[in-house]
């Protein structure tokens, strides 16, 4: 091995662990500026500030439901049998910002959300009322503070609601619409450019002649891209061409904060033009990870702006792999968070597994229940088991085989 | 409680179960029509055609190591020691379209996914040689096969490769790039439109008034609707005016596939204008579901092309948990697909809950490792606490309280 490693050009280093490439990656990479938004672009993107709460919310006493608001000892006689009557002198509708006062004694008939009159300290529910108009009947004792919301009682002002790092989901944009924020200070969604390369390839749609395959890497990883947070494109297919390959990348600098290409970065040497395009400039690190399938992985930074670029093996089983292991935390981390790793699960093999010696295997399998059952077609080209699976089955570096019943851990893709 | 329903109009019907106004729902919604659309924008739709392989994947027998194509029979004698060298005739890069023959005791130089020439019946891997160019040593016998991928290996002509109904995520378009396909038939992501009404409801960014708050229903509920698949927008608050909420409702037929109000709805009777404007149509439906929160729902269709419409409550928390209970299944309906059901699973109570008689209640926790922690602050406008769950936790409608360490079944939220 030796003597064709040096035929080619390589010296042969051992592979490097997993985490150990995961955190390269991650040390490399520098969060993108902070910028702001409107909330209904927030989706997606990361805090960059913390949100706080500048009016207590509700920023008022208000009523929790539809009924009257009252002075809790006059009902203090009220039961089915002995209503207690008390005569309505105002109605107050959510929205209605005008100042009401009650006088003990009577009733003020108040929506949901309504803004409590001065005077009162509890609303009666309609429910336990007749809802009269003019007069109510109110057929239950109500305590002081029934059905009131206080000012304060979601939050207080001043009090932290949101803080740097979360990203916005519809609940966190929730909170912040409720605190009036019409704008936040965020880390955007990343702009990836996703590029397949090589002779091989052809455009889904297009006739096949032998001796080609369809693209498929692009359309799969600008999706799984978006799928992670990003917003991502494909380009055409880059041909093998030693001249332009470094070109079509350079191209792409000026609107991408993150470039992953497929392709070009395996053994073979003067064929894999985007490893030989790349490594000229040094600031590109051709890496064999100890993992089966993806051990070929290239990272570094491209262009003045020291954009990310992953250079993700051809194969699409060893693409897609390779993006969720690596491309997935690097799109967070651009985002100044760490939120994008896939969840892990244990679970019980439901047929024996066999794994290289040395290299992790994560293996195509279907979860369900518990139980985790490996695929048929677990080769790096073979893309059909690829759309059956939702999960990948880890084999340890040490392990070669794993019998049927063994607990395994999986990893639940998105 | 008859005298005070009679008194707003209403009839007292037992509330329904949380599963029957599901299947109402799901019963009443018509998948959107199929429709071409290319690879790049299939992401989030659903499949409304098989797709199969039109040729077997690969369509030729093709590398799956960069090496030397060769007849196994020549290696016969071939080891570390005694190395059996052959004169290299040619040479196929991926992508090579050119016929190529191997003659008996030659090799071809071949890298990964080029076509195997005829003639040959297996790879030598580069590293079991010594990457000579005008003759190779091969230092270990290979076995016929050997590091070739078949033809067919993948999938053969003819076969499904994705079903209808399957949503397209990366790895489905993946497949369904690799068998060549520029673009699909599927059922769209639906188009929604969410409009939150409310003489109290103010525009974030804008100057708060006691007695106002911040909308952020819709919000929330257009980035859920999102997360869940749709294409969806928010519109401006809809205030309270009888005459105005029917129109600003039909204003957003032309461009929506599902509209969803919140607010307007509650027992309070002339202030719950979404109500009476729906009531009047006789295509809306207004249900007491035995849930807590959410329990005052509204469904049914509007207009001639009879577009859902949802009328949620105006708490923001009931708005969410009705969205996540009734909306997000809808739009799997709407795409002719049952996959957006949140998954449920079971964990420890790390603390005692109550919930309120006949309703099913979904309380706001944190689920990690098997326990979910009820956070404080349950109430149906506490939208803070909502900003930090992850899980809704299920009280059954027959219990009032559970104690700490009881096992309850948990809704995981996207």
New interface residues.
Partial sequence: ?T???A??GIVDRPPISVEAHQSAILQAITPLAAVSVG??SA?GCVLAEDVT?A?S????DNS?M?GYAIQAADTELSSERTAVTLPVTAEI??????TYRLLPGTAIKI?????LPAGADAVVP???????AEHVEIYRRVDPGNAV?RAG???VAG?T??RQGVR????????????????IRVRPRPRAVVLST????T????P??????????S??????A??AGALA??RSVVP?DPAGVLPALQDQLAHADLLVTTGGV????E?DVVKAALQELGTVTFTKVAVQPGMPQGFGTLGEDQVPIFTLP???VSA?VSFQLFVRPAIAALQGADDLRLPTVRATLAAPVRSPEGRRSYLRGVLGDGIVTPLS?Q?S????A??K?NALIMVPEQETRLPQGDTVEVLV??
């Fill in positions: 091995m003597g064709a490693g035929a080619i909330l209904a989706e709460a009016v919310l509700p920023s008022f929790g539809d509708a959510a929205g209605d910002t005008a929506m949901t959300g309504a803004r309609v429910e336990w009322t007749n809802g009269g919301r009682g979601d939050a009090e609601l949101l916005m989901r519809p609940m966190q944009i929730a909170v912040a619409a409720s605190a009036g924020r019409a704008a090589g002779n091989e390839l455009e889904p749609g297009t096949l002649v032998p001796g080609q395959i369809w693209d498929s890497n359309y799969m990883l600008a999706a799984a978006r799928e494109d494909r093998d395996s053994m073979g040497g064929h051809g194969n699409p897609y077609g080769g080209h073979q893309i059909a690829l759309g699976a893709l998105p």
